[in-house]
T-cell receptor
Framework: DAKTTQPPSMDCAEGRAANLPCNHS???????VYWYRQIHSQGPQYIIH???NNETNEMASLIITEDRKSSTLILPHATLRDTAVYYC?????????????FGQGTILTVHP | DTAVSQTPKYLVTQMGNDKSIKCEQN?????MYWYKQDSKKFLKIMFS???????INETVPNRFSPKSPDKAHLNLHINSLELGDSAVYFC??????????FGSGTRLTVV
């Protein structure tokens, strides 16, 4: 699975959009980009995933660059409850029955 | 209804003891996992079971033995507990590769 690089921490004002970047320059053609988050003391929570097209769901949007070497997770209107560690994970589908390799992630702090 | 439930939530025990953590999922998923999160907050996979069959064993010491009596349950038994086993253990399940559902974790403290 490709390695990812994320900033260790970010701040965001409540109500504003939070844009979390992820670099995955060694991603291969069959690898997807997944985002999870972990709110303090809870289990990780799946947010969104994509291959090359931009994706949106009720939680967030995922923007993947055309060369697929980086992506951005967007929380359109961040709330205090979005404060968490956000993990960007790159993984091939159809492999290893879903093994996820977590990095250090980005600590997002949403402040009033 | 809790989708992935683990028991106990907290476990404090002495070195050398044997303990078990239980996990149950009511999502009808075929694959279940155990992850370990250490004091530095790194999450690492330990085991993966698909339909009761062991798929992934990530060089975990033999003192750790997973058991899957059916596809809705994946228990973790740990023998001869050591201080370094102190961590938060998360159970998870998935059906497709679209996303995992994690449990709320079991905080194990070995004293």
């Amino acid at each position: 699975d490709a390695k990812t690089t994320q900033p260790p921490s970010m701040d965001c004002a409540e109500g504003r959009a939070a844009n979390l970047p992820c670099n995955h320059s060694t991603i291969s053609g069959n690898e997807y980009v997944y985002w999870y988050r972990q709110i303090h003391s809870q289990g990780p929570q799946y947010i969104i995933h994509g291959l090359k097209n931009n994706e949106t769901n009720e939680m967030a949007s995922l923007i993947i660059t055309e060369d697929r070497k980086s992506s951005t997770l967007i929380l359109p209107h961040a709330t205090l409850r979005d404060t968490a560690v956000y993990y960007c994970i790159v993984r091939g589908r159809g492999t290893s029955y879903g093994k996820l390799t977590f990095g250090q992630g980005t600590i997002l702090t949403v402040h009033p | 209804d809790t989708a992935v439930s683990q028991t106990p939530k907290y476990l404090v025990t002495q070195m050398g003891n044997d303990k078990s953590i239980k996990c149950e999922q009511n999502l009808g998923h075929d694959t279940m996992y155990w992850y370990k999160q250490d004091s530095k907050k790194f999450l690492k996979i330990m085991f993966s079971y698909n339909n009761k069959e062991l798929i992934i064993n990530e060089t975990v010491p033999n003192r750790f033995s997973p058991k899957s009596p059916d596809k809705a349950h994946l228990n973790l038994h740990i023998n001869s507990l050591e201080l370094g086993d102190s961590a938060v253990y998360f159970c998870a399940s998935s059906q497709t590769e679209d996303g995992y559902t994690f449990g709320s974790g079991t905080r194990l403290t070995v004293v």
